[in-house]
């Protein structure tokens, strides 16, 4: 039998019981980095993405969070993971693939679409999204430029969408061709300093919410579109990548735990620099003050996405970001690191600007890359003395996880810089929800503490 085909009968026959517990506790982890992304990104000039679906309207659907307002349901899909994706804080994987900001706000809209759906199978729908996308995830060389989100995550925003709507095998099918047929992107949006990346985060969503609809038109899609001569791991996995990897113990084994979290507000590739800085200020006692000079040796991929020098364009929280240097003089001078450390007043603070270029080195070093996230830092002091430090597993990824109470910090944080004053009060409610989704009979419960005013459904 073919990949697609077992692929497609694995998302119309996975239920709630047939996911492990550890891959229902990520899920909820996934909400709640996503909607506490999503509260914070409504802060900053991603929020245009809800202006511009809820300016040009139409059916009233599905929900757009924060906004408020009901648009189409691919329309709302793409305003909330746009925004939900604007700090880059939701959950992520190597080399790059942000999924649940796709996933979950298409699986919403879905949701909405059927007049509601319990927790289960909200969760449910999440999960095998999730999972179609990390059965499809390549090698850092085999996307050579492109941005894996892109090409990746769009697979379970579909998923989802598609196991929510009740789609049969064949139309499952057809929506994963269509998918399949509807991926792209360049890590170029990042060096550049663009919101290209939450607008494809927003695209992707809507996407997978549009390829569902479609078969249910009879809109047919690619159907060799992973073992094809020119599908998915003939353009992406250049004929290397094992295909046998999609369908291994399909449905028993689960990868979704696999799935990494961000302890600090900052590209994945960030994350090990700056809890490193973190450790060896506190283990040797020195801050920023007492620096002379600091070099950050990262692998070759790391140095090209995240180790260009320092500029300040359009956009500057992307540009810090998916800046290094910046991480890490961001910690050794404002320790500990918080969500504001990253607002364009903080971004633009001289005092940084002259660090980063009068003290900092970022070097590419092919002997750093024992791991995707590998980082080494060394720092001369003032006073004469040489600290070298190393990391290979970041906070948030497995063999470091985040704790709970890591996550509920993050989503408070999240709360308190954007601003937003009637959601002050609400942050336990929505915990609360997000923490029990599997007992909830509804998800659109969720959407009364999103919007200012209280609604019915």
């Avoid at 579909?158 to 360049?186: H, P, Q, V, Y």
């Avoid at 890590?187 to 927003?202: A, K, R, S």
């Avoid at 991929?301 to 910046?326: C, M, W």
């Amino acid at each position: 039998m073919a990949s697609e085909q077992l692929l497609a009968a694995f998302i119309r026959d996975t239920n709630y019981d047939g996911l492990s517990q550890d891959t229902i506790a990520t899920v909820k982890r996934e909400l709640i980095a996503f909607y506490g992304a999503l509260i914070a990104g409504s802060a900053t000039p991603a929020e245009a993405a809800a202006d511009y679906v809820s300016d040009i309207g139409g059916k009233a659907e599905a929900t757009v969070f924060i906004k408020g307002g009901k648009v189409p349901a691919h329309q709302a899909a793409f305003a909330n993971a746009a925004v939900g994706r604007a700090l880059d804080i939701d959950d992520h994987i190597g080399p790059g693939a942000h999924i649940g900001a796709g996933a979950i706000p298409a699986a919403f809209a879905a949701a909405e679409l059927i007049g509601g759906c319990s927790g289960k199978d909200f969760v449910t729908a999440v999960a095998i999204g999730v999972e179609t996308s990390l059965r499809l995830k390549l090698l850092e060389e085999d996307y050579a430029g492109f941005d894996p989100t892109g090409i990746t995550s769009i697979f379970a925003a579909a998923a989802a969408a598609a196991k929510l709507l009740g789609l049969d095998e064949r139309d499952i099918w057809n929506t994963l061709g269509l998918a399949f047929d509807r991926c792209g992107a360049s890590f170029q949006h990042y060096i550049d300093g663009v919101l290209g990346g939450p607008v494809m985060q927003g695209w992707l969503a809507e996407a997978g919410v549009e390829c569902a609809r479609l078969t249910q038109y009879k809109i047919t899609g690619t159907v060799n579109f992973l073992e094809g001569v020119y599908g998915y791991f003939h353009l992406y996995g250049r004929d290397k990548a094992d295909i046998a990897y999609v369908t291994e113990a399909l449905g028993t084994k689960w990868n979704v735990p696999n799935l990494n979290f961000k302890k600090y507000p900052s590209c994945g590739l960030t994350q090990g620099s700056t809890e490193l800085t973190l450790k060896m200020m506190q283990e040797h006692g020195f801050g920023g003050a007492d620096v002379e000079r600091v070099e950050i040796p990262v692998p070759p991929f790391t140095h090209k996405l995240v180790g260009h020098p320092f500029k300040i364009g359009d956009n500057p929280r992307v540009d810090a970001q998916f800046n290094v240097a910046y991480c890490v003089s961001n910690a050794l001078l404002r320790a500990p690191v918080t969500l504001a450390h990253f607002e364009e007043k903080q971004i633009r603070d001289p005092e940084i600007e002259k660090f980063i270029k009068e003290k900092v080195t970022v070097i590419s070093d092919p002997s750093v890359g024992r791991t995707h996230y590998s980082t080494d830092l060394r720092v001369w002091t003032k006073d004469g003395k040489e600290y070298h430090g190393q990391i290979d597993i970041p906070p948030g990824t497995p063999g470091n996880p985040m704790t709970d109470e890591d996550h509920r910090s993050r989503f408070y944080d999240c709360v308190g810089v954007s601003g937003i004053p009637w959601l002050k009060g609400r942050e336990e409610s929505i915990l609360s929800f997000l923490n029990t989704m599997e007992e909830q009979e509804d998800v659109r419960g969720l959407i009364p503490y999103f919007i200012e005013a209280e609604r019915t459904i």
